[in-house]
């Protein structure tokens, strides 16, 4: 793969990138349309497929947070055409390495010496590479397999100034006031910084993976606060691929049943006794071992979820609370889904609204099993994106609705399922008892 020697660092660069992009989408839309006027047959999977090329090529030199962005909505399946979820995909942990020189000046600056210094052998070139970092395999003084991960220089300072530039683009797409984005952006941001300070993950993946270590199917790789900085971790190397290889040449069977067990057992764990879960549940954050074991790998984005949160979001996942339309409303303002200033038609619009989707994304918590690899609840989700997308009523209406806390929560169970839908899992729902708890 084609390395890069230099990521553009200042506010100037970085815009000039963006620009040059929306130049490039601009002419898609011009030849498109014009093909259309004359009559020409025309493809929108064509425009889609040009559009998501050119998006990624001018993300994927700038890394950081630009590119984390095209990583999160590449888990967006049932909303993106599928050619942006192909592209975009890629930010996982497969774009443009930094090349071998600046490697070894980036790791000097952050540790005061070279690679060859501090390890028995390191791998010139990356072995991933990621939005924020990319990974060598080195082996230590002692002769350990080591996996150590590189931040790219540069992207901690350029996350404010980088999501500057696409707040007023979300904003108009997303019909947010500006004033009203101000909690989910500092959200993103706090969570993007967080994802930047390799202290505090190495901090989290110890503090996690012993908390963890009793769920079955699932293990995790050692962590070296000696070879690991602010800018620098390093941890076990991990033999296996990563989980969007492994299913990609797996069909349905009991070892994908198990291993999508450990993956539901571990978030469920996370998020209802730690109340602090892995908040980025991509392919490319799970490796599977040649003896089908289930790796953790990443615990960068850690998103803790308040007491004030938890109780309302997960009584929406009880049947009766929903079919409930009194308690469902009552939810819903404690949630910030309903707004003081919301007048009776809004009220009833968005009540109907979340009934559905409710109604639909809880599902899988009314049955003791649940088969993820069901092609009619992914239909059944697929045709209500589209039918919101297309709902001019809703364009209209205020979409700053919701506790800042939706994003990521709500970021990982979505993630979830699709990483189940993935190894169309068929796995037990309640396996420690905790929605039975919910309901007394």
Avoid at 40 to 65: F, P, Q, R
């Amino acid at each position: 793969m084609k390395t890069i020697d230099r990521i553009p660092t200042s506010k100037l660069e970085r815009t000039s990138t963006l620009v040059k992009t929306g130049v490039k989408l601009g002419g898609n839309y011009l030849k498109y349309y014009g093909k259309k006027a004359i009559g020409s047959e025309v493809d929108k999977n064509t425009l889609d497929e040009a559009n998501a090329s050119d998006i990624y090529d001018g993300l994927k030199n700038l890394k950081g947070s630009a590119l984390k962005v095209a990583q999160m909505l590449s888990m967006e399946k049932s909303i993106l055409p599928q050619a942006y979820v192909d592209r975009f995909s890629l930010a996982q942990f497969s774009v443009p390495p930094l090349s071998g020189p600046l490697v070894r000046r980036t790791f000097n600056k952050y540790w005061g010496k070279f690679p060859e210094d501090l390890f028995q052998s390191f791998t010139k070139e990356a072995v991933n590479a990621a939005s924020i970092g990319q990974v060598h395999k080195a082996t230590s003084n002692d002769g350990v397999e080591l996996a150590v991960k590189i931040q790219y220089p540069g992207v901690a300072e350029a996350i404010s100034s980088d999501l500057a530039m696409v707040k007023p683009i979300a904003t108009r797409m997303f019909n947010i006031s500006a004033k009203d984005s101000v909690k989910y952006f500092k959200e993103v941001e706090e969570k993007l910084l967080e994802e930047t300070d390799y202290q505090l993950e190495l901090k989290r993946s110890m503090e996690i993976t012993v908390a963890c270590a009793h769920i079955q199917g699932i293990s995790f790789p050692k962590y070296y606060p000696e070879y690991s900085n602010e800018r620098v971790l390093a941890m076990d190397w991990i033999q296996g691929k990563h989980l969007s290889e492994y299913t990609k040449n797996t069909a349905a069977s009991e070892v994908n049943n198990k291993i999508g067990q450990a993956l539901w057992d571990f978030y469920m764990f996370q998020i209802h006794e730690l109340r602090a879960v892995h908040a980025d549940p991509h392919p490319g954050n799970f490796i599977v071992t040649p003896e089908h074991q289930l790796v953790a790998i990443d615990f960068g984005c850690i998103k803790e979820i308040p007491d004030e949160f938890y109780n309302p979001y997960f009584q929406l996942a009880q049947i009766d609370i929903v079919q409930n339309p009194d308690v469902l409303r009552a939810r819903m303002r404690d949630l910030e889904l309903l707004k003081p200033s919301d007048n009776k038609e809004q009220e009833e619009y968005f009540v109907k609204l979340f009934h559905e989707l409710l109604s639909l994304f809880s599902e899988p918590f009314q049955y003791e099993t649940f088969d993820f690899g069901n092609p009619d609840f992914w239909n059944r989700i697929t045709a209500l994106s589209e039918k919101f997308s297309g709902d001019k009523e809703l364009r209209k209406m205020d979409h700053s609705r919701g506790s800042k806390h939706f994003l990521y929560v709500n970021r990982t169970f979505f993630g979830l399922y699709h990483l189940l839908n993935d190894l169309k899992a068929n796995i037990e729902i309640d396996t420690f008892g905790w929605f039975e708890k919910l309901k007394k």
